[in-house]
Nanobody, 130 residues
Framework: QVQVTESGGGLVQAGGSLRLSCAASGRTFSPYAMGWFRQAPGKERAFVAA????????YYADSVKARFTISRDNAKNTAYLQMNSLKPEDTAVYYCAAGPRIERFRLYTDYAATPNFDSWGQGTQVTVSS
């Protein structure tokens, strides 16, 4: 099994930037998709971005498209989420997830589905002040 740990959250003013990191460990020799989700107070966990096991395909929620960029470095077993032009509505706990059953991942809807990801991190808080 793959374990993941997030880092890089914090407090930033609106319009600012943050970069989140997600370090994977464990069964990292097998391919796995990676995703970022977020959960704001009183709301359900929501899809933010995802990347295929080989880094070729990326997917974004409409609310973050053109502002956030997901990437991965398989040599370092790490995925990143570069967040630019942050807005107060981006405030949430951000979770990284790994999906080792790559046969589940074909379409955007597959990458946006929380049940397709088997391993989740503890989350990192991102707070954007206005």
């Amino acid at each position: 099994q793959v374990q993941v740990t997030e880092s890089g959250g914090g407090l930033v003013q609106a319009g600012g930037s943050l970069r989140l990191s997600c370090a994977a460990s464990g069964r990292t020799f097998s391919p796995y998709a990676m995703g970022w989700f977020r959960q704001a107070p009183g709301k359900e966990r929501a899809f933010v971005a995802a990347i295929s096991w080989n880094g070729i395909n990326t997917y974004y929620a409409d609310s973050v498209k053109a502002r956030f960029t997901i990437s991965r470095d398989n040599a370092k077993n790490t995925a990143y989420l570069q967040m630019n032009s942050l807005k107060p509505e981006d405030t949430a706990v951000y979770y990284c997830a790994a999906g080792p059953r790559i046969e589940r991942f074909r379409l955007y809807t597959d990458y946006a589905a929380t049940p397709n990801f088997d391993s989740w991190g503890q989350g990192t808080q991102v707070t954007v002040s206005s």
